[in-house]
């Protein structure tokens, strides 16, 4: 039996009983070439599979256990990913028709297993085909956009047909902040009391748009007195959400546990692969008879009778037939699971989200109260909440991206008529928010109600974007801004200036320059490509072949027809574009002064290109903005870097880096604090900053001779000893480590490399070493070449790692040829 991964290789071993070997392909055995097109566009546009050099030894492997084995069960995951390495398998093994079976099932148990097995079919091509498309489609458009950014824009960008979407919502939705204008208006709140002294807030539900018109409004209610005008008392219900389906449970974690989308396909993945969950790629909100059946017998034992109720949902989502359950528990049993800790939570939401949906409505009891004055006309209203029976609210609340949903609370015993004492009345200067960036979760949702991409895509989708620069996680801590706030209290109105602060997007999706750059190109001139409905309608086109409804070669050259000649046009005929913008002219020398998109990023530049003399250059710091940048703004950045005076014979100088502005005091850097204008530094503020850079320097202690460090870094607190980097723990105290703790972290980490050494020739200069995720590495000085994880290390000889050295030199060596010839012929 062949499955993806090694995890679900292990625990589906442990169902089947000796007549069974159950083998992994380590994902996919086969794919496009990665230095070619690797697509026929001349002809039916057949792809040309091949197997990396890493898989080979996988590859061989199962072909020899396929050789002897009396069946072959291909049995990948139930998509269309999975039915097309199922199909690769059984291509690249040489496998028959007569003793190959393709089976498949949305969780690993015992049961389902051998269900499958009692049921095997053949491989659905429509499944491959439709798989076939995406792979396809996705390759020529990134392989052909691509290279034109390179020339039109800056080299090293890609496009791809649902990143480059992605990007553009991102984008938009930033240009909407900076277009946006806040409008004040006051927001009028009371609190009231009964008779008995029990507290109510109301508030009036419309704003008023003038200073003058609210404060007139608090100075009509002096001496008015109230009363309740009007109380409707009515019942309602909430009821659950369904189980989760790929989106809504990266949406949720992101909210609940504040997981990226990445590390819960990641957890899910696991947790799958361990037989604790069903599927996690799906589109379904549909559960099985026998899941509603064991989330029935779960909510009896564990709640009562009168907290179940058994219902099945319906999913909106087109083509949702990826699988065919939602993703649930695969033993409702089980509130919680033995595995590490972001494993448990990622399965106790998940547990929640799919018993809740099983549970009774929950019932409350909503009252409206009117309240009325007797010198105006306006009326205050109050509203309250009461739950009666909570039902499915034991379990499970579903989470929201509103950022000020209101609640509402219980309200006092009152009816008609009755008098309320007025405790305050504020009117409050509010202003017009502008929308919300995306976090992970909002965008994921998004391109769901947009139908563009499927659950597998997201979250490389989003990974994609972050890694290639074009969206960063923002780190934006917002400023400071003055509201008024008028309060009546008796009959006294008082005045107060408040201030509070508004822009704080921390961990939300940014467009960097480069990402702006690169979208506006793509849709000034590849429109088409980036629009929604073009994209959702190519999902569509997806689904129909998955179906069988559609020949995916005729897709390709309905497509590419039109496609590819307007990538020509655009590659010869459009003008280089980078973003540039004119701010003015520099003073001394006339020449134009404009921010622009430069190699390293966004920069300013005084003159241009075809001058006779260089045009100067100054990047922007982190914090700037290419579109937002001022010609003042621009013109301080070419005053540094500004030399401060001397330090010990060297030069103390202060500037603007790629991750902010630093001092510099020779070969060190320092940085300067967040918000440090680096055009105020001080040479006695850079001494301060370059005194405590070295007390942190400072040796601690002293091991072997060899002096111990201590620092911060980005993966934490770490020691420095003899070149040596080690990480430091939360079991010691790092602001007082004590001399046993040193020695003990370094003795830890000598052994730690010394185990991780299978070979080492010393005379030769080469080891073999353990690496991550149960890789190998084969090192010789700065040359080192990794081994995929079936690689029999421990039985190489010196003649082979020898061998492997120098095939790996000998293809560096030929690169740089190639390299060489192709510039020489450019010049």
């Not at 055995?29 to 057949?46: H, M, R, S, W, Y």
């Not at 201030?499 to 940014?510: I, N």
């Not at 998955?546 to 496609?563: I, L, R």
């Amino acid at each position: 039996m062949i499955v993806e991964s090694p995890a679900k290789a292990k625990t589906i071993e442990k169902f089947l009983g000796a007549d069974y070997k159950v083998a992994s392909s380590f994902g996919h055995i086969a794919d496009l070439p990665t230095k070619e097109i690797g697509v026929d566009t001349e002809g039916d546009f057949t792809p040309k599979y091949i197997v990396s050099r890493d898989k080979k030894d996988v590859v061989k492997k199962l072909k020899s256990l396929a050789k002897s084995a009396e069946t072959v069960w291909l049995a990948s995951d139930e998509d269309r990913e999975g039915e097309a390495i199922a199909w690769h398998l059984a291509e690249e093994l040489d496998l028959k028709n007569t003793n190959t079976k393709r089976i498949v099932f949305h969780e690993i148990t015992k049961q389902a297993i051998l269900k499958a097995i009692e049921n095997p079919r053949t491989i659905d091509y429509n499944l491959v085909n439709a798989q076939q498309a995406r792979r396809v489609l996705d390759r020529l458009v990134g392989y052909e956009l691509s290279p034109v950014l390179w020339r039109k824009v800056k080299g090293g960008l890609s496009a791809g047909r649902v990143q480059s979407v992605a990007v553009r919502l991102i984008v938009e939705r930033e240009r909407e902040i900076q277009d946006f204008t806040p409008e004040a208006s006051y927001r009028i709140d009371a609190e009231f009391s009964t008779e008995d002294g029990k507290s109510l807030k109301a508030k009036i539900p419309k704003n008023f748009e003038t200073r003058e018109e609210a404060e007139q409004f608090l100075k009509d209610n002096i001496g008015a007195n109230f009363k309740v005008a009007d109380l409707t008392t009515k019942p309602a219900k909430k009821n659950p959400a369904p189980p989760f389906t790929t989106s809504t449970l990266q949406q949720e974690a992101s909210r609940k546990l504040y997981f990226s989308v990445g590390k819960t396909m990641t957890l899910a993945q696991r947790l799958y692969e361990a037989g604790h969950i069903t599927y996690m790629r799906t589109d379904s909100v549909n559960l099985s008879d026998e899941a509603r059946k064991g989330a029935k017998e779960e909510i009896l034992k564990a709640y009562g009778e009168k907290y179940a109720k058994s219902r099945q949902f319906k999913g909106k989502a087109k083509g949702a037939q990826e699988a065919h359950e939602a993703i649930r528990p695969t033993n409702f049993a089980n509130h919680s699971i033995s595995a590490e800790r972001d494993q448990q939570r990622l399965y106790e939401l998940i547990w929640k989200r799919a018993i809740a949906s099983q549970m009774s409505d929950a019932q409350l009891e909503r009252t409206n109260v009117k309240i009325e004055a007797d010198k105006h006309d306006n009326i205050f209203t109050a509203n309250g909440e009461v739950l009666k029976f909570e039902g499915f609210l034991k379990v499970y609340l579903e989470g929201s991206d509103e950022e000020d949903e209101e609640q509402s609370g219980m309200l006092p015993a009152m009816k008609a008529g009755q008098p309320l004492f007025k405790d305050y009345i504020t009117a409050t200067e509010r202003f017009t928010r502008p929308p919300y960036r995306y976090t992970e979760a909002s965008l994921v949702k998004k391109l769901e109600e947009l139908g563009i991409g499927r659950p597998s895509t997201y979250a490389p989708t989003i990974s994609t974007i972050q890694s290639r620069n074009y969206i960063e996680r923002g780190s934006v801590d917002g400023t400071e801004r003055e509201y008024v706030q008028f309060t009546l209290k008796g009959d006294k109105l008082t005045e107060k200036n408040l201030t509070e602060t508004v822009g704080s997007d921390k961990g939300k999706l940014v467009p960097t320059a480069t990402g702006m750059v690169v979208n506006d190109f793509l849709v000034n001139h590849f429109s088409n490509i980036l629009d929604y409905n073009f994209t959702a309608k190519v999902e569509e086109s997806f689904d129909n072949i998955a179906e069988g409804n559609k020949e995916w070669t005729s897709m390709m050259k309905e497509f590419y027809k039109d496609f590819h000649p307007h990538v020509q046009d655009v590659a010869k005929n459009a003008d280089r574009e980078v973003g540039e913008r004119i701010l003015g002219e520099d003073p001394e020398t006339g020449k134009p002064v404009s921010v622009r998109l430069g190699k390293f990023g966004p920069m300013v530049q005084i003159g241009s290109v075809e001058d006779e003399e260089k045009p100067q250059f100054a990047s922007l710091a982190p914090d700037q903005n290419m579109e937002t940048l001022t010609y003042e703004e621009a013109m301080a950045l070419f005053d540094l870097p500004k030399k401060l005076g001397e330090y010990k014979g060297e030069s103390v100088e202060v500037n603007n880096g790629r991750y902010g502005p630093y001092v510099r005091f020779g070969k060190k850097f320092v940085s300067l604090e967040k918000g440090e204008d680096p055009h105020d530094v001080s040479f006695d503020r850079a001494m301060e900053l370059i005194k405590e850079k070295e007390k942190a320097d400072a040796p601690i202690y002293e091991y072997q001779d060899k002096p111990v460090q201590k620092g911060v870094g980005r993966f934490g607190p770490y020691l420095k000893w003899n070149n040596i980097f080690i990480n430091v723990n939360k079991k010691y105290d790092f602001d007082n480590l004590s001399g046993d703790d040193i020695e003990e972290l370094i003795e830890d980490k000598l052994k730690k490399e010394r185990e991780k050494i299978i070979h080492n020739w010393e005379e030769e200069g080469i080891r073999v070493e353990k690496a991550r995720w149960g890789r190998f590495n084969i090192i010789k000085g700065k040359t080192k070449v990794e081994m995929p994880k079936t690689t029999k290390v421990e039985k190489m000889t010196l003649e082979e790692a020898k061998a492997i050295i120098e095939k790996k030199a000998t293809k560096k060596k030929t690169t740089k040829k190639k390299t060489t010839k192709k510039t020489t012929k450019k010049k």
